[in-house]
């Protein structure tokens, strides 16, 4: 008589076995994986308020193989990486159309809370969005 926890642990590796057979799981280094992000990136995805899950579900990748894309290529968390680029679209923004209000560039590049916007773009610049607008 087999022990019943030798029935769990095979069938918990059964289980992650049947996960990469799974058509919709791609890995973090496959090619198309990073054709589908690379395309979600230029359509300006980032700019959408949307969580890790949110994002890989309608990219119809496992949020772990998408979290581990920007862990891989650009040496960040998603997160911390969203918001480099939001901060960079921000201050080229500004620079190129200085008549359009800091809450307005603010919206545009995803950050709907305008404190939130100018909190952000001051942890990664050191100055507030219309301190950055005036200096260059």
């Not at 309608?58 to 040496?75: A, Q």
């Not at 100018?118 to 219309?130: I, M, V």
Request: proline share 3%; charged share 30%; aromatic share 12%.
């Amino acid at each position: 008589m087999k022990p019943a926890f030798l029935d769990k642990f095979r069938l918990f590796f059964a289980r992650g076995a049947n996960r990469n057979t799974n058509p919709r799981h791609l890995n973090y280094s496959n090619g198309r994986t990073a054709a589908i992000i690379r395309k979600w990136i230029a359509e300006m995805g980032w700019a959408e308020d949307a969580t890790l899950q949110e994002v890989a579900d309608s990219l119809g990748l496992y949020k772990e193989d998408f979290s581990m894309y920007f862990r891989r290529t650009y040496h960040q968390n998603f997160l911390q990486w969203r918001k480099v680029i939001r901060i960079d679209e921000a201050k080229r923004i500004l620079v190129k159309d200085k008549t359009i209000p800091t809450a307005i560039v603010g919206e545009e590049v995803g950050i709907c809370d305008k404190s939130n916007f100018k909190r952000q773009f001051r942890d990664l610049t050191g100055c507030t969005p219309a301190q950055w607008r005036s200096k260059h």
